[in-house]
């Protein structure tokens, strides 16, 4: 197949998936963009937002589409790492002799929905450290390899509420996304009221499977960057890094770190995925700056001051945003 | 044409159109930073005292700036990656032209960089470099012309300086005009009438010198006056001696006496007087006759204006009338010897009723009648003039007329030394030397040589008398060149008071313009060395020694005195206290006593002066110099009050 019709076909897959998932979700197209975005890049999610706001129902409707292998790991404060990475039990053989048996976690799946990663412990979060960026996990004293495609889709809800547990910065800088679930507008919530107390289930079809996906994340990575474009990326990144030479006034009044190289390894990698998806064979300044918020919004750590006068990340990616220009001259190393 | 070149081509356009837009811009910032730069030395200069130079200065700075704003515009070439970033950020190509010029210029081949080429080219058809840039008055460029607009209506604004500032260059401008003046005065002095005495040509050299001195510094006004306070001093002092010699005295009051030509010897007079009687006539037109002949004619010429129609029988029978009126008129002036021939053509004009020419005619035989006219009344002077010449030495000397006694005594030199007297010449030579020793006595040694002479003519002795006779007339010789070079000083120390005077009025050289006696001739010597018109003004003792008292002509009204309030009016309330009314204490008006004075008791005002000493003094010296010059100081009180501002200078 050639690029080009590679190309039509991602497109097309695109529009597939936006249709089946939209046949059970009922607005939040951005997160469901976002969503499909990250896993065309290859990239875990973390959708945050209160209780009932359909996040969970997004990713199940995610595996449903896909067709992919699906677990869902309820995250509560008692869950222990070995009930996600799976353990070693004692098993007795046909010839009588006894030995140990991996038994595998929840982990070992195509699609892990994380729900409520943020009531569980730290010690049982940092579980998914590995997995998530190595794509292995080492259990018993053995290196597993976990399957490809491999996503982790997480949800939380906001941090200030009553039995959570924040996330380290090192796992959160391994979520390619983080997406902030809003409340639906009037025609939504009755759009979803309709839809759910009404005898009506809606089956969404499968669109793609984990070949095709793998794929797909491979075109995505052959689309071409501009130098200038790439140096964009790279003077937002070096923007958000307080009290150094490139930052932004308000990263350096309001920051206490910035982002990590992950931060602009996913403003590329996203914004090749809209690229495509807006029929275009390159990256562009406009793809950067959309999908900067949510590339960027976890992987900048407020000061006290912001979190005092209620400053956010996203206030400090819109000013970055404003205050970097698009064409200058590249950064020098 | 493949589609990189299809790309580079449309990038290119739109680079040579930016680098021009940019061009166009710049100049548009060089205009308003230039025309800012302009409006504001023109406001400044309109506001505040700044040198003259700041507007051309300017002026220049906001041209070069326009220019450096046009030449640093399009100074800078754009790259084809330059202008593909630039186009696709202005017509939101989505960065595909520079992406595509960027995967081109790779070594990366495929399928991905013909996508993008294709797709980079098809947009790059629709980039229309006129459409994307068009030319047009930018933003900036409307604020230069707007500044402009401005800077042409501050033009229109008058000058709102300090009236000190404008004060200021009034009088460096006066103080150079009357250097000028000044120095070509007197230049043109010492080549007309170059100075015999070496003191004397000194003193104009330095005051010429003054003048370029003027001209070319920037003097202040108190050092102006002091410098001409100064050489006027110097030159009035060098005139005062020069004029110290009582044998001058004669020969000043005899050019007192006598016109402007009085100058001029017997002969000389006698030669004028022979020119004017020939161009005369007969010599029976005398001024008196050709004065009713004019007024005769002035009414011919009011009733010819006056006359009626030609074809009208009254208009023939006054034409005829005229006719005959002219004749007479005509007649009368042969009868003098005038010669007359526009009345003899109007006569014909009449005749031939041509009216234009007839009344042309007319005003031109006035006009030959005013001219006889005059030659008459001059011939009357010298005639007169010649009358008053002393008929021999002794009455020559008498006379004051030293050029004719000088003529007369080489008269009797040469006949003495020709030696072909008969007793009876001899005889009347010897009467009149001996006759001219008394008056000859005024002249200083003349009278000695003459004594002399007349001894040695008694006994004999030619060669003596002829030796003593020659000394007189050398006497008179020296004399006379000192009443010139005198006459010379007189002239400069005008020209000095004439350049006081505007300096001190800070007024220009032509606004204090001299009397009516005329510059350097004013009291009187023309270039015969006698004193001309207006000598009755002179006062006996000083001559023309020291300023004159023409101070009529100093208007002091617009004088503007740092160190004085308008008199009679002060700054202390009417109601001081006792001690601080001022007490009048009465002078006596005898020399060397006290002078008439007001003193304040009690405290003195208090305050810091802001006027400087020396110009403060000066001043007060002009005004003191005036009202001497005025004879407003008495007589008795002059020296003291010379004395007191000599001891200010000390």
């Not at chain 1, 943020?118 to 010690?123: D, E, L, S, V, Y």
């Not at chain 2, 130079?53 to 070069?64: I, K, N």
């Not at chain 2, 993008?116 to 058809?125: F, S, V």
């Not at chain 2, 003054?210 to 306070?229: N, Q």
Request: proline fraction near 5%.
């Amino acid at each position: 197949m050639s690029t080009e019709a590679q190309i039509a076909s991602f497109r097309q897959t695109w529009q597939n998936l936006r249709a089946e998932i939209g046949k059970v979700m009922v607005g939040n197209d951005a997160i469901i963009e976002g969503t499909l975005t990250a896993i065309l890049a290859g990239g875990h999610v973390l959708l945050e937002g209160v209780p009932g706001l359909g996040k969970t129902l997004l990713v199940r409707t995610l595996s449903e589409v896909l067709e992919l292998s699906f677990n869902r790991i309820q995250f509560t404060p008692d869950l222990m790492p070995a009930d996600i990475l799976g353990t070693n039990f004692v098993v007795e053989t046909p010839d009588g002799r006894r030995e140990f048996q991996f038994q595998r976690g929840p982990i070992f799946a195509h699609i892990i929905l994380a729900d409520e990663i943020n009531r569980a412990t730290p010690k049982t979060q940092s579980a998914m450290l590995e997995a998530m960026q190595e794509k292995q996990v080492t259990a018993g004293g053995e290196l597993r390899k976990l399957v490809e495609p491999f996503f982790v889709l997480g949800t939380q809800n906001p941090i200030d509420q009553e039995g959570t547990y924040p996330l380290p910065e090192a796992q959160l800088d391994r979520f390619f996304f983080k997406l902030l679930v809003g409340y639906p507008s009037a025609g939504e919530l009755t759009e979803v009221l309709n839809r759910t107390t009404e005898n009506v289930k809606v089956k969404p079809g499968k669109v793609l499977d984990g070949p095709s996906l793998i794929e797909l994340q491979s075109l995505v990575r052959q689309v071409p960057v501009a130098s200038h474009v790439k140096d964009y990326a790279v003077r937002l990144v070096l923007a958000t890094h307080p009290k150094t030479e490139t930052a932004a006034p308000i990263a350096s009044q309001f920051l206490r770190f910035g982002s990590s190289p992950r931060g602009g390894q996913t403003l590329i990698l996203a914004g090749k995925v809209r690229a495509l998806t807006q029929g275009r064979f390159n990256v562009s300044f406009d793809d950067i700056q959309a999908v900067a918020a949510a590339a960027l919004r976890h992987r900048l750590i407020l000061n006290f001051e912001a979190e005092a006068e209620g400053i956010t990340t996203d206030h400090i990616i819109a000013q970055v945003l404003k205050d970097v220009p698009k064409n200058a001259e590249a950064v020098r190393a | 044409m493949s589609e990189l070149q299809l790309i580079e081509t449309a990038l290119r356009r739109a680079a040579q159109r930016r680098r021009w837009e940019r061009a166009w811009h710049g100049l548009g910032r060089g205009l308003l930073a230039g025309a800012v730069l302009w409006m504001l030395a023109l406001a400044a200069f309109k506001l505040f005292p700044v040198p003259g130079w700041l507007l051309p200065a300017a002026g220049v700075a906001g041209v070069t700036l326009a220019l450096a704003g046009l030449v640093a515009g399009g100074w800078r070439k754009f790259s084809l990656a330059e202008a593909a970033r630039w186009i696709d950020d202005r017509k939101h190509f989505e960065e595909r032209l520079s992406t595509a010029l960027e995967v081109s210029a790779s070594s990366a081949t495929g399928e991905w960089k013909n996508l993008l080429l294709t797709d980079a080219a098809r947009h790059a058809q629709a980039v229309d470099p006129r459409q994307l840039l068009p030319f047009g008055l930018p933003l900036v460029m409307r604020w230069a012309l707007l500044a402009l607009a401005l800077s042409a209506g501050l033009g229109f604004v008058p000058e709102r300086r300090s009236q000190a500032h404008l004060r200021k260059q009034q009088e460096t401008a006066n103080i150079r005009d009357a250097g000028k003046h000044l120095a070509e005065l007197t230049r043109q002095m010492l080549v007309e009438r170059p100075p015999t005495l070496a003191p004397t040509e000194k003193a104009m050299t330095d005051t010429a010198e003054l003048g370029d001195k003027f001209t070319k510094a920037t003097l202040g006004r108190s050092e102006a006056m002091r410098d001409l306070a100064s050489l006027t001093d110097k030159l009035g002092e060098q005139a005062k001696e020069l004029v110290q010699n009582p044998a001058l005295k004669p020969l000043e009051k005899a050019a007192r006496e006598s016109g402007n030509s009085g100058g001029a010897s017997p002969d000389e007079l006698q030669k004028q007087i022979a020119t004017l009687q020939k161009n005369l006539g007969n010599g029976a037109a005398t001024a008196d006759k050709l004065d009713e002949l004019q007024k005769n004619l002035q009414k011919l010429q009011q009733q010819a204006s006056k006359m009626p129609g030609k074809d009208s029988p009254a208009g023939a029978a006054a034409r005829e009338q005229m006719a005959q009126s002219l004749g007479d008129l005509a007649r009368q002036a042969k009868e003098m010897g005038a010669s007359l021939p526009g009345l003899e053509e109007a006569i014909s004009a009449l005749q031939a009723n041509q009216t234009d020419l007839f009344l042309k005619d007319l005003d031109l035989a006035m006009s030959d009648l005013e001219k006889l006219k005059d030659m008459a009344k001059a011939m009357q002077q010298l005639q007169q003039q010649a009358a008053k010449l002393g008929k021999d030495l002794a009455e020559q000397l008498k006379n004051g007329q030293a050029q004719a006694a000088q003529q007369t005594l080489q008269k009797m030199l040469e006949q003495l030394k020709a030696g072909e007297l008969s007793r009876e010449q001899l005889q009347k030579l010897m009467d009149e030397v001996s006759k001219a020793v008394e008056p000859g006595s005024q002249y200083g040694k003349v009278g000695e040589h003459l004594k002399d002479a007349s001894k040695n003519l008694q006994q004999g002795q030619k060669p003596d008398a002829s030796q003593n006779l020659a000394a007189a007339a050398k006497e008179l010789d020296k004399l006379m060149q000192q009443m010139q070079d005198a006459q010379s000083l007189q002239a400069t120390l005008d020209a000095l008071a004439r350049a006081q005077m505007a300096i001190a009025m800070n007024k220009s050289w032509g606004e204090c313009q001299a009397g009516p006696q005329g510059q350097g001739k004013g009291r009187g010597w023309g270039h015969g060395g006698k004193p001309g018109s207006g000598v009755g003004t002179w006062a006996e003792e000083d001559g023309w020694t020291y300023f004159n008292d023409d101070g009529i002509r100093w208007d002091n009204s617009n004088v503007q005195r740092p160190d004085l309030d308008p008199r009679g009016h002060t700054d202390r309330p009417d109601d001081v206290r006792d001690d601080l009314v001022p007490t009048k204490v009465r002078g006596q008006m005898s020399p060397g006593g006290s002078m008439p004075s007001i003193t304040l008791k009690g405290v003195s005002i208090k305050g810091t002066s802001n006027v400087k000493f020396e110009e403060a003094a000066t001043a007060a010296q002009t005004e003191a110099q005036n009202a001497l010059n005025q004879d407003q100081v008495p007589r008795a009180y002059q020296n003291a009050v010379r004395d007191y501002f000599d001891d200010l200078k000390k």
